[in-house]
C-alpha cells in the first residue's frame, strides 16, 4: 500500500476519505483534519477562489503530515506549493471537487505531480437547491415564513407568483448539474432551453433540452434564468445590465454557481428597482454578506449561505471519486482525468 495522506476539514472529515479507500480496498491511510472552523475554511477557500493557493498559509502542522506521502487527498486543504515540496514522493492530489482553486497546478506539474479533480460529485445538490430557490422566489416561501414567525400573517409580495408549470427555464451552461437540473425539473413539465456552446445537440436532446443561440435569448424569453457556469476568464462578469434589460418583468434570476460570472452591480439595480420579479441567490461577491450590506435590505431575494453542494450525499459521492481516481494511479501509475494529464504524458 502506497503512503496515502487524507486531508480532512469540516466539510468532508479525514475518517470519510480513509473509510473509501478501505471500502475500494486500497488498505488503510493516514488522516490529518484541517485546523479552524467551518466558517473559518470556506473563508479561506474564497480567498484562494480569488488568490489561488498562495493566499493562504499552510499550518506547519499539515506540512509535516505531508512528509512522506505519495498520495495526498484533500477538499479545501491548501496544496500550494511548499506543501507540495514538503513530500518528495508526493506523486498525486486528488482533490474532492471540481475546482482546483486551492492547489497550486504549475508547481505540481513542474513536480510531476498529478492533480486530480472530481466530476459530478455534487450535481444532483445543486440542482435540487436551485429548484428550491425558484419555488422559494415564486411562491414566496421564505417570505411567509417570516411572517409567521415574526407574529405576522403576511399576504402581500413582490414580484409576479408565476409556477414553474408551462414556463420556460432557461439555462446558462449545461455541465452536469444542468443534466440533473433537466432530470428532476422534468415533472414540473417546463420548456427547458439553453445556451452552452460547447454541448452537442444530442447531449441536450437527450435531456428534453433545447438550444439557446445565444445567451440573449435565455434572458429574453425565460421566466427563470439559471445560472450554471464556472469562474474563468471567459465566464468573468460575463452576465450583465444588458442580459438583465432583456428579462420579463416576471423572470426572476436563480444563481447558485459563482457570484463572479455576474456584474452584481448590475443585478442589484434590477432587484431593488423592482424590473425583475426577484432572484434566488447561494453565492455573493464578499463572504459571509457584510452585516451592513444593502443586499440585506431586498425584499425580492431569497438568500442561501453557499451551501449548494454541502450535503451528506454529496460527501459521500465526492470521497467515492476520490477512491476511484486513487485506484486507478495505484494501478496504472497515471490517471487520466488528471487536470495536468497531457502535461504529464498521462494520456
Known amino acids: 500500500m502506497a503512503d496515502v495522506l487524507a486531508v480532512g476539514d469540516e466539510f468532508i472529515p479525514a475518517a470519510e476519505f480513509r473509510d473509501a479507500l478501505v471500502q475500494a480496498e486500497l488498505g ?70 471540481t475546482g482546483l482553486e486551492n492547489v497550486d497546478i504549475p508547481a505540481a506539474t513542474a513536480g510531476g505531480i498529478g492533480v486530480v479533480p472530481v466530476f459530478g460529485r455534487n450535481a444532483s445538490a445543486v440542482a ?77 436532446s437527450a435531456s428534453g433540452v433545447e438550444r439557446a443561440a445565444s445567451a440573449d435569448q435565455v434572458f429574453s424569453e425565460s421566466d427563470f434564468v439559471v445560472v450554471q457556469l464556472r469562474h474563468g476568464p471567459e465566464t468573468d462578469r460575463m452576465i450583465d445590465a444588458k442580459h438583465f434589460a432583456l428579462m420579463k418583468p416576471e423572470a426572476y434570476f436563480i444563481n447558485v454557481s459563482r457570484s463572479r460570472v455576474v456584474d452584481t452591480e448590475a443585478l442589484y439595480d434590477v432587484l431593488s428597482t423592482g424590473r425583475i420579479s426577484g432572484a434566488g441567490l447561494d453565492v455573493f461577491d464578499h463572504e459571509p454578506l457584510p452585516a451592513d450590506s444593502p443586499w440585506r435590505a431586498l425584499d425580492n431575494v431569497t438568500f442561501t449561505t453557499h451551501f449548494g453542494g ?26 487520466g482525468s488528471a487536470a495536468n494529464a497531457a502535461d504529464l504524458g498521462w494520456v
Not at 493562504?56 to 500550494?80: I, K, Y
Not at 411562491?139 to 411567509?144: G, S, T
Not at 476520490?322 to 490517471?335: K, M, N, P
Request: aromatic share 6%.
Open 310 to 335: 454541502d450535503t451528506i450525499d454529496t460527501n459521500r459521492t465526492s470521497v467515492r471519486l476520490v477512491a476511484a481516481a486513487v485506484q486507478e494511479f495505484l494501478a496504472t501509475g497515471r490517471c
Open 128 to 204: 435540487e437547491l436551485q429548484i428550491g430557490l425558484m419555488l422559494s422566489e415564486a411562491r414566496n416561501i421564505a417570505r411567509a415564513d417570516a411572517s409567521v414567525k415574526a407574529g405576522e400573517w403576511r399576504k402581500e409580495f413582490p414580484g409576479a407568483r408565476i409556477e414553474i408549470g408551462g414556463r420556460t427555464v432557461g439555462m446558462l451552461g449545461f455541465g452536469q448539474v444542468g443534466r440533473r437540473f433537466a432530470e428532476k425539473l422534468a415533472g414540473f413539465a417546463p420548456r427547458l432551453i439553453a445556451y452552452d456552446p460547447y454541448v452537442a445537440d444530442e447531449v441536450l
Open 28 to 97: 488503510d491511510a493516514r488522516t490529518f483534519q484541517l485546523p479552524g472552523t467551518k466558517a473559518e475554511q470556506h473563508e479561506s477557500q474564497q480567498l484562494m477562489e480569488k488568490g489561488g493557493a498562495g493566499a493562504v498559509s499552510a499550518p506547519a502542522e499539515l506540512l509535516a503530515a505531508v512528509a512522506g506521502a505519495e498520495v495526498l487527498c484533500v477538499h479545501f486543504a491548501p496544496v500550494s506549493a511548499p506543501v507540495l515540496a514538503a513530500s518528495e514522493a508526493l506523486k498525486l492530489v486528488a482533490v474532492a471537487r
